[in-house]
């Protein structure tokens, strides 16, 4: 590690056949992965996916039992951490309880003999808009202060790559927005390079170029938060990132744009460029917003797929919009959002409705839905989000 | 940790205000304790340490007065045991937190994921508690004697003076306050190590501290409050110790420490009011000497 000077840009990490076994389960099966110098990458996934596993590594907390970790073109795997040209916010924030605010702000700097600590510390600490409280102990802040705190701490190292551990759980959604637009701006400003873990997929799409989802210890897809979201490639991510409906049925005739797939005795198209296998049993799915709910059978037209009747189970109002349950025999509960453009609920639950999308907007997966229950459905972000009001209202009522 | 249990601050703020009769009733036995065999024998120490020899009376006979001048001539007398005893002390001490630390950072940091070996290495530290004190630094004594194995081989490679001598020495006391008062020092520190947070010291290395920066910058300072704890177990009993420096155990004439000092006074020589006197010099340097130390090592919490 250079002493006396910050790193000017950001620098490459490519992970080369990365296997990481703990005694009793493996955390990361095999991981290749290149994360380019100045961007801002994101991995999402479920918790136990080996997305934070996969960040020790590259902090060097932990050692990969195969393959090699580079930084900027040079092999780091057996470096110790603080050889390592990184600076990590942790999830536990690790602020050293026996030092101020300021102090824990400038341990890095000391350590690398850089000229001035206390100053730039606290220039660190105007940046997160803590300044005023650089004298206290971290004890005596609160936990998006000590969150901040943390943040100013890795950042103001300036490290070729910034690590961030699930850095913004715990402030309020204002906090959280302004952070978000902070950390943007450091990076951008400087070209530092930014791997963030988070299982908060809003999080990790509105700040990242480049999402990668994690499952069970290995990346399902990789890209641009538009791309993941529009083009999922399996049905973890479709369900991860967002939610889809995904109807299971057999290939029913390829042609040279489209195939057709039977999904409760109606033909549905997608668009062969948009799906990832063309014979056998195809998952297709569609995002609950591209739905339009019918209340009368529509014509057919070319380039619509429809499903039903189906009847409405459930409609609940959200004010920007109205999701609504829809039990379509042969086909699962389907899931629409609609916009509530001119007023709120359209039909009311019993309702016979019908479901039509644009074949444009479909996706075909490479595995099933069926498959997807092996993926501990249970860990999704919406069910974690349940899970934890559930355990909050739990503790109140007991407190 | 023997002292964290005092904290001060929260317990005055969350006391009731309502005087509670039961509260007294609670305390009752305790205060009659601490009146009865901790106020009663401090004031009559400190009135037998003013008393003067009776005149034309008989050797031990002594009458209540106002002899300051006991002070002055215990410490005049006795100045070189007192030196010697806090030089000892000190010493131990030293030698007790140089050993006790890397092993209770073994025991409660880093055989974490081994609980039995944790266990069974507590139980060793613990063990020596279950034969007698005296027994024990009876056999280190044999052990180092002049014909014992260590130094009869140590004689026989020429590393040692053929007419050198271990026991008797101010090392041999040394070592056997050492020994002694080992567990003194390794539990406080195990107690608090235990509890060390593992992440402050990966965040140590994360912000590019070597080991040692991150041992010496985190660890230590996060675990004062064992050091300050297991420091006062050590060096108040090992000051006023004297089993070790005994002639009979592993001291000789010239290692007398305080201890045996007021001991040969008050049953040998039965000069109590000078026995009295080096007590409470004793008490009370101990006492400034712990208030400084606490307020140094940033750990007035213990107080």
């Known amino acids: 590690m250079a002493t006396g000077s910050f790193a000017t840009s950001g620098a490459d990490l490519e992970l080369v056949g990365i296997q990481k076994r703990f005694p009793g389960f493996t955390a990361i099966e095999h991981l290749d992965l290149v994360i380019p110098a100045g961007s801002f990458f994101a991995l999402l996934g479920p918790s136990g996916c080996g997305k934070t596993t996969t960040l020790r590594l590259v902090a060097g907390l932990e050692d990969p039992t195969r393959g090699s970790i580079l930084i900027g073109g040079e092999d780091v795997t057996h470096r110790k951490p603080f050889q390592r040209p990184v600076n990590t916010v942790f999830q536990s924030y690790a602020l050293f309880p026996h030092m101020t605010v300021l102090e824990n702000v400038a341990f890095g700097l000391r350590r690398r003999k850089m000229a001035k600590p206390l100053e730039l510390a606290q220039e660190a600490l105007e940046l997160v808009e803590l300044e005023h409280l650089a004298s206290r102990k971290p004890t005596q802040l609160s936990g998006g202060q000590q969150q901040r705190v943390a943040l100013a701490r890795a950042v103001v190292n300036r490290p070729a790559l910034l690590l961030l551990d699930e850095p913004l759980g715990a402030l309020d959604l204002k906090l959280r927005r302004q952070m978000q637009l902070e950390l943007k701006s450091i990076q951008e400003e400087v070209g530092l390079t930014f791997l963030h873990v988070t299982h908060d997929q809003e999080e990790a799409m509105t700040m990242a170029d480049t999402v990668a989802v994690m499952n069970k210890g290995r990346i399902e897809q990789l890209g641009a938060p538009e791309d993941l979201y529009e083009l999922p490639h399996t049905a973890f991510v479709a369900n991860f990132l967002g939610q889809s409906n995904l109807f299971t049925g057999p290939v029913l005739e390829a042609t040279s744009h489209a195939i057709a797939v039977e999904v409760a005795g109606t033909r549905v198209l997608v668009p062969k460029a948009r799906a990832r296998k063309h014979s056998g049993e195809v998952t297709v799915g569609i995002r609950p917003e591209k739905l339009r709910l019918l209340t009368e059978a529509p014509p057919t037209t070319a380039g619509v797929n429809t499903l039903g009747p189906g009847t409405v189970t459930d409609v609940s109002f959200s004010g920007v919009s109205t999701q609504y349950q829809v039990d379509v025999p042969g086909a699962d509960s389907v899931t629409v959002f609609a916009q509530n453009l001119d007023f709120g609920p359209v039909v009311t639950p019993g309702t016979e409705v019908w479901v039509s999308w644009k074949v444009d907007h479909g996706f075909g997966l490479e595995d099933s839905a069926s498959e997807e229950a092996k993926f501990a459905p249970e860990l999704d972000t919406a069910t974690i989000a349940v899970q934890a009001k559930r355990d909050l209202a739990a503790e109140l009522e007991v407190s | ?303």
Do not use: C
């Open chain 2, 1 to 303: 940790m023997a002292f964290a249990a005092f904290a001060t601050g929260t317990a005055k703020e969350q006391a009731p205000r309502r005087k509670s009769r039961i509260a007294l009733l609670l305390l009752l036995p305790g205060i009659l304790y601490m009146m009865l065999f901790f106020l009663v024998p401090l004031v009559s120490l400190v009135m037998t340490s003013l008393q003067a020899p009776v005149e034309f009376g008989d050797i031990g006979e002594y009458e209540t007065a106002f002899r300051w001048e006991n002070y002055v001539v215990a410490i005049s007398t006795y100045g070189e045991h007192i030196l010697r005893s806090f030089g000892y002390a000190l010493m131990a001490t030293i030698f007790a937190l140089l050993f006790s630390y890397p092993l209770a950072y073994f025991i409660g940091v880093k055989a974490r994921p081994w609980p039995l070996l944790q266990k069974l290495m507590l139980v060793m530290v613990i063990a020596p508690f279950f034969i007698s004190f005296l027994l024990r630094t009876l056999a280190w004594k044999s052990l180092l004697s002049d014909e014992g194995f260590l130094v009869s081989s140590l004689k026989a490679l020429s590393l040692m003076a053929p007419d050198a001598h271990f026991t008797g020495t101010g090392a041999a006391v040394v070592f056997g306050l050492t020994y002694n008062f080992i567990p003194f020092m390794t539990l406080p520190l195990y107690a608090n190590l235990e509890r060390l947070d593992t992440r402050l010291v990966e965040a140590g290395g994360d912000l590019y501290a070597r080991p040692a920066t991150t041992f010496f910058k985190v660890t230590v300072p996060l675990s004062m409050p064992g050091i300050v704890s297991g420091v006062l177990l050590t060096f108040i009993p090992a000051a006023g110790d004297y089993i070790n420096a005994s002639p009979q155990f592993l001291g000789g004439p010239s290692t007398a420490m305080i201890g045996n000092v007021i001991e040969s006074n008050f049953l040998v020589t039965n000069n109590y009011p000078a026995a009295a006197s080096l007590s409470i010099i004793l008490m009370a340097v101990i006492l400034v000497m712990v208030v400084v130390y606490i307020k140094r090592s940033g750990t007035e919490d213990l107080l």
